[in-house]
């Protein structure tokens, strides 16, 4: 059985740094056609893209968020890492990540979701 | 910041066809597949279609997927009221330095 679960800080100051965990298991970070996403859902909003890496350690980032995200992987311990550095009330969501799976680069899918963790960003 | 526009909301009886359309533009939908999630209350979206029509293994076959030109959209056969959900579109967008865009979302209700 696949599944990820994302971990890290409930609440985290304007202008701080975000670090997300999603530890992953039923599959390996270096199996070939797949790879992690972040997504964020503020409350009440549509869902946004944040940032890929795949097997190979490709990336990809929003664009919009491109200057404040980096994203890396463990594969011996099965995690990815998300940082979103100056984080700002705006900010706040629930961040979900995701494994791809993947016929392209650019023709792939989000399946399954891990369950989210909502960061507030408040002083 | 969504790029593929969906109707706010969509709704029907149980038992009705209910069809969700995702408009986008010749950099996403023209170009790429895309993909439909659907997210229940309180929980994380799940997939539902892939590839344009694909269902995942478990997904029921009263929800189907279509695309022509650059818009797509999900079809709901004999709704059902556990089918009461938000739905999204997605595809990759090769605009700039390419980014996956998520739909504005649909609420479905059943009435």
């Known amino acids: 059985q696949v599944t990820l679960k994302e971990s890290g800080p409930v609440l985290v100051k304007p202008t701080e740094t975000l670090t997300l965990t999603c530890t992953v298991s039923?599959?390996?970070?270096?199996?070939?056609?797949?790879?992690v996403s972040w997504i964020r859902q503020p409350p009440g909003k549509a869902l946004e893209w944040l940032a890929h890496?795949?097997?190979?350690?490709?990336?990809s980032y929003s664009t919009s968020l491109k200057s404040r995200l980096t994203i890396s992987k463990d594969t011996s311990k099965s995690q990815v890492v998300l940082t979103m550095t100056n984080m700002d009330p705006v900010d706040t969501a629930t961040y979900y990540c995701?494994?791809?799976?993947?016929?392209?680069?650019?023709?792939?899918?989000?399946?399954?979701w891990g369950q989210g963790t909502l960061v507030t960003v408040s002083s | 910041q969504s790029v593929l526009t969906q109707p706010p909301s969509a709704s029907g009886t149980p038992g009705q066809r209910v069809t969700i359309s995702c408009s986008g533009s010749?950099?996403?939908?023209?170009?790429?597949?895309v993909n439909w999630y659907q997210q229940l209350p309180g929980t994380a979206p799940k997939l539902l279609i892939y590839?344009?029509?694909q269902r995942p293994s478990g997904v029921p076959d009263r929800f189907s997927g279509s695309k022509s030109g650059t818009s797509a959209s999900l079809a709901i056969s004999g709704l059902q009221s556990e089918d009461e959900a938000d739905y999204y579109c997605?595809?990759?967008?090769?605009?700039?330095?390419?980014?996956?865009?998520f739909g504005t979302g649909t609420k479905v209700t059943v009435l």
């Open positions: 995701a494994r791809i799976r993947m016929t392209t680069v650019t023709t792939y899918w989000f399946d399954p």
């Open positions: 039923g599959f390996s970070l270096s199996n070939a056609r797949m790879g």
């Open positions: 890496i795949f097997s190979n350690d490709e990336k």
């Open positions: 010749s950099s996403n939908i023209g170009s790429n597949t």
């Open positions: 590839s344009n029509n």
């Open positions: 997605a595809a990759w967008d090769d605009s700039l330095n390419g980014d996956y865009v």
